[in-house]
């Protein structure tokens, strides 16, 4: 765990670069643009070096680190298969590792959605997400270790599960990885969770598919399912529901087959009940 504990906003001094990468041309579609960079650069951790701990000045820059970050993002490749021309895979692990711990990633991504949002005309805090989750694959070596993996037996996925929370616009909330057997009532509202723990209080409906609204074997719901009146709410299929993000569950119990649905109309009549359904529809 580093000892830099300087909030991230504080933009970092030039430096020259002792091995050439600041001088590397951009030739990825994962490399940011002058823009951009201009953007992320004072949102990122002091260096040590500037601070009253002070440190040893990073050897590589920063900008460089950044796009050797993204294109492992973007690729899924593993680290040590960086190309050459970015700086060395230690060093950009573990920058990503320090920055990851200290929540620094997590506090770029709220700064950068409350400025687009803003851009856009809207609040910097949403009031209103859809939920979802995609089962993934472990890779061929067998890395991800048997306690946080699982077989999905509706998608036929031995690995793990995402569970991603976004704003109307597609914009990142929160987002939580389980075993790929964890239902995705479990899943979305250990999300909410940590969408409410992080501060988005204002959040106060979320779009989930069938298999995350659906009742189980108990009879209990995940989370109540009610039509949204939200003005902002995207164009759905009328299989989906609404249901207030209040971060409440129940134990998992099993769902129905095949992936989450998209996001519920916005219409002020309640959604009708399948033949055979044992949830009836709730009142608007």
């Given at each position: ?6 909030l991230?906003g ?5 430096r020259?670069?002792e ?12 490399d940011?643009?002058d823009?951009q960079?201009?953007?992320?650069e ?16 990073e ?14 993002a ?10 050459a021309?970015?700086?060395p ?8 590792a320090r920055?990851a711990?200290?929540?620094a ?7 950068l ?6 851009a856009a ?9 859809i939920?979802d ?11 991800v ?5 699982g077989y999905d037996?509706?998608?036929?996925v031995?690995?793990?599960?995402r569970h991603l929370?976004t ?6 909330i929160?987002?939580a ?6 239902q995705?009532r479990?899943?979305a509202?250990l999300t ?5 723990a992080?501060g988005?209080?204002?959040l106060?409906h979320?779009?989930a ?5 659906a009742t189980?074997?108990t ?7 009610s ?7 995207p164009k759905t299929?009328?299989a989906?529901r ?5 971060g409440?569950s129940?134990?998992p119990?099993?769902?129905?087959p095949?992936g ?6 916005t ?5 009708t009940?399948?033949p055979?359904s044992?949830?009836p529809?709730?009142s608007?």
């Amino acid at each position: 765990m580093t000892l830099n504990r300087v909030l991230a906003g504080g933009a970092t001094r030039a430096r020259r670069c002792e091995c050439g990468c600041a001088a590397r041309v951009p030739r990825y579609p994962s490399d940011l643009t002058d823009e951009q960079w201009e953007q992320l650069e004072p949102l990122l951790p002091v260096m040590l070096c500037d601070t009253e701990l002070g440190g040893r000045p990073e050897k590589h820059c920063r900008r460089a680190v950044a796009d050797a970050i993204l294109y492992v993002a973007d690729n899924g490749c593993k680290w040590r298969a960086l190309p050459a021309d970015f700086p060395p895979w230690r060093t950009v692990y573990g920058l990503f590792a320090r920055w990851a711990a200290d929540g620094a990633l997590e506090d770029v991504t709220d700064l950068l959605r409350a400025r687009v949002r803003v851009a856009a005309g809207r609040d910097p805090e949403p009031s209103a997400g859809i939920v979802d989750a995609q089962s993934v694959a472990e890779c061929a070596e067998g890395t991800v270790p048997a306690a946080t993996s699982g077989y999905d037996f509706h998608k036929n996925v031995n690995g793990r599960k995402r569970h991603l929370l976004t704003d109307t616009m597609g914009l990142l909330i929160a987002v939580a990885v389980t075993a790929a057997n964890a239902q995705d009532r479990a899943g979305a509202a250990l999300t909410l969770k940590r969408a409410r723990a992080a501060g988005r209080h204002r959040l106060a409906h979320v779009w989930a598919g069938k298999a995350t609204t659906a009742t189980g074997a108990t009879g209990q719901n995940a989370s109540s399912a009610s039509p949204s009146k939200s003005s902002n709410s995207p164009k759905t299929s009328k299989a989906s529901r609404s249901c207030p993000a209040a971060g409440s569950s129940s134990a998992p119990t099993p769902g129905p087959p095949g992936g989450a649905a998209a996001p519920a109309t916005t219409n002020d009549s309640p959604p009708t009940t399948k033949p055979g359904s044992t949830s009836p529809p709730s009142s608007s």
